[in-house]
């Protein structure tokens, strides 16, 4: 059984410049190898090792000069000639210099939104899956929810549960970005066109009408499918509208790891109930921003900071989401914003 698609506010497959740079460890595995951990734990005592060496040749400098029979025994020795020399200038080339560069254990670039898709894909292999996402119409989620989603409505899967948290933008109240464009008067006879920018309520209209509902409408119709193809699987599905306009998007994988990729800013040109809009669109598809197009942080990693990352990205998202509990929208753009199989 395939699942249908709801209409695209950008082309789903557009593909982004060439660039790599991928660095993904899938939800299911147990964290770092033995094989990393060990080279984590030779870098950390590295530094410590030529410290201890080169404090140990400046000692010995200092014997030498001051003990007579201790400077005429290295000396005897040849320590202190041309080998020894060279041994230190090779401990101190390695001190101060890498051969290759290191990356960053826990932190996922990926040029290429196919590269998030197949985190998604990972992150349903889990037995209990659960996604967290905050937007504007969940369009970019829909794109990557749609193929583990028809995996689960074609195939017996071992997954027990599946948990979606869901932010929207509530797109009913004025807004500044995505908002519409007011050409500024006379600006066209200079030969170099202004703008003021300002609420669009027919842009509003527009992405209720086209993207919020119509996908919350073909997510609820992919979970249909996917319970009556795994019936045993509990499922829940809910949607809180924020009054907070996203600057990003942000995806949670199984609360170990979060994406985040920002939203773009475009000016653009719109047909909406047989009238031509000047709109400045909040692009959920952005172009790239350097080569990284989706950066990721991963709560299993062993460098503190990338972990704290994580943290702040998960709570900040969890904060929000028990804050709208209570704080919901007057006249909300989903009125139904729960699915889930116990209500079935």
Not at 51 to 79: F, N, S, T, Y
Not at 94 to 119: Q, R, Y
Not at 137 to 157: K, S
Not at 234 to 250: G, H, N, V
Request: one cysteine or more.
């Amino acid at each position: 059984m395939h699942l249908t698609r709801a209409g695209h506010h950008h082309p789903p497959h557009t593909t982004a410049r060439t660039g790599v740079c991928v660095s993904f460890r899938s939800p299911g595995d147990n964290g770092p190898n033995r094989l990393e951990l060990l080279r984590t734990t030779l870098s950390g005592w590295k530094p410590r090792i030529v410290r201890w060496l080169l404090g140990l040749v400046a000692l010995l400098g200092v014997a030498a000069e001051v003990i007579d029979p201790l400077g005429d025994a290295l000396k005897g020795q040849q320590l202190l000639g041309g080998s020894f020399a060279a041994l230190m200038a090779l401990i101190l080339f390695d001190a101060i210099g890498e051969s290759e560069p290191k990356e960053v254990s826990g932190v996922h670039v990926f040029a290429k939104e196919d590269e998030l898709h197949a985190a998604f894909r990972e992150a349903f292999t889990s037995r209990v899956v659960r996604i967290d996402f905050s937007g504007f119409t969940m369009q970019t989620l829909l794109a990557a929810l749609r193929a583990p989603l028809e995996t689960m409505a074609d195939n017996e899967v071992h997954t027990v549960e599946l948990k979606l948290y869901i932010i929207i933008a509530h797109t009913n109240l004025p807004m500044g970005l995505p908002g519409g464009l007011a050409e500024v008067p006379g600006s066209s006879e200079s030969g170099h066109r202004m703008y003021y920018f300002r609420d669009g309520p027919e842009n509003r209209e527009r992405m209720r009408d086209r993207f919020t509902t119509e996908n919350w409408n073909t997510l609820r119709e992919w979970l249909e499918a996917v319970h009556r193809r795994n019936p045993r699987i509990i499922i829940s599905c809910e949607i809180r509208e924020s009054p907070q306009i996203p600057e990003r998007k942000l995806y949670i994988l199984n609360q170990e790891t979060v994406f985040s990729t920002p939203y773009g800013i475009k000016h653009r040109e719109i047909e909406w109930k047989e009238k031509t809009h000047q709109i400045l669109d909040a692009e959920g598809y952005a172009p790239l921003y350097g080569r990284a197009r989706y950066v990721g942080w991963d709560l299993r990693s062993t460098a503190l900071s990338t972990r704290q990352i994580a943290e702040h990205h998960m709570e900040c998202h969890r904060n929000l989401w028990e804050k709208l509990a209570d704080i919901k929208p007057e006249y909300p753009v989903i009125t139904d914003p729960l699915w889930a199989t116990s209500h079935r």
